[in-house]
């Protein structure tokens, strides 16, 4: 966990997008912040979708205190990837259906705007993965906070990966593909092929195999200090967090390893991690 914000002045909304009759809800929301002398800014590509005027991202990260996703846990991925470098907590609220992450219930924004006052929450800070496709024409760079998905552009062919650690080969996968995921994402695509739950806080990767053709392939989990290079004779298509995707060429490589900096998620105080799973995942007994 990080110190507490010396200051809550200011928020700024990035809106679900595709969505605008989310409207409504924003503005009730806004008010709750607003009548407590906090000041809401909307981003402009959020505003422009429900007819009102924004700020550019950029001038918003860098004037407010706190940023606020409203909607389901993909436009918080978003945000927080965009935001990347500014260094701002984000506080999601749930406008969607999961709540993996945006874990503030509608219902609960009064409270949390209370508690966001007074300096009862915490801000948890959690590892990032920063990496880059270096190919002919150049090299890509992104930022990924749940996973980076290398797969088969088509259903038709395995493919072969081959993957380095610190420029030590140390295995072929052969298969559908591979999963990198960072702990906050073990309970996203990694989860479903079988892969560990990993505390969110931990600061390793994940290396979950896509229906290997060998059942000696295994998930690898390895520290986050670590470089991992990943190239192949096949093309791939590499997805950040289910949001882009880029071919990788036959002998294009893909190097991936822990971001510099945390993304700091903000959650209640008494926020507890094992009974968002056990709500989530529907495990135990009542």
């Known amino acids: ?15 679900r997008p595709d969505s605008p009759t989310i409207l409504p809800l924003y503005e009730g929301i806004k008010a709750k912040f607003e009548d407590r002398g906090i000041k809401v800014f909307l981003g402009d590509l959020s505003a422009k979708m429900i007819g009102l005027k924004g700020m550019s991202f950029n001038e918003m990260c860098q004037e407010v205190d706190l940023l606020v996703s409203l909607g389901g846990d993909g436009t918080l991925l978003s945000l927080v990837r965009r935001s990347y470098g500014y260094d701002k907590p984000v506080l999601g609220i749930n406008a969607g259906n999961l709540g993996f992450l945006a874990d503030t219930p509608i219902d609960c924004v009064d409270e ?3 508690k966001l006052l007074i300096g009862d929450y915490r801000i948890d800070n959690r590892m990032m993965i920063e990496g880059y496709m270096q190919t002919q024409s150049g090299r890509k760079n992104f930022y990924a906070f ?3 998905v290398i797969t088969r552009p088509t259903i038709a062919h395995m493919v072969k990966i081959d993957a380095s650690i610190d420029e030590d080969w140390f295995n072929t996968y052969r298969g559908d593909g591979l999963i990198i995921s960072t702990p906050t994402g073990s ?10 739950i990993m505390y969110p806080l931990a600061k390793v990767f994940i290396m979950t195999p896509i229906a290997p053709h060998s059942l000696t392939q295994r998930p690898l989990v390895v520290p986050s200090d670590f470089t991992i290079n990943l190239q192949s004779p096949d093309e791939l298509v590499v997805m950040i967090d289910g949001q882009d995707d880029y071919i990788l060429k036959a002998g294009d490589r893909l190097v991936i390893k822990g971001a510099k ?20 995942l529907s495990w135990g007994d009542e």
């Open 1 to 15: 966990m990080s110190e507490l914000l010396h200051k809550i002045e200011s928020v700024g909304f990035v809106l």
């Open 112 to 114: 949390m705007v209370e």
């Open 146 to 148: 749940n996973d980076v």
């Open 187 to 196: 309970t996203a695509y990694n989860l479903s092929l079988g892969g560990p």
């Open 261 to 280: 900096m945390s993304a700091k998620l903000l959650h209640k105080k008494e926020h507890s991690y094992f009974s968002v799973l056990r709500e989530k």
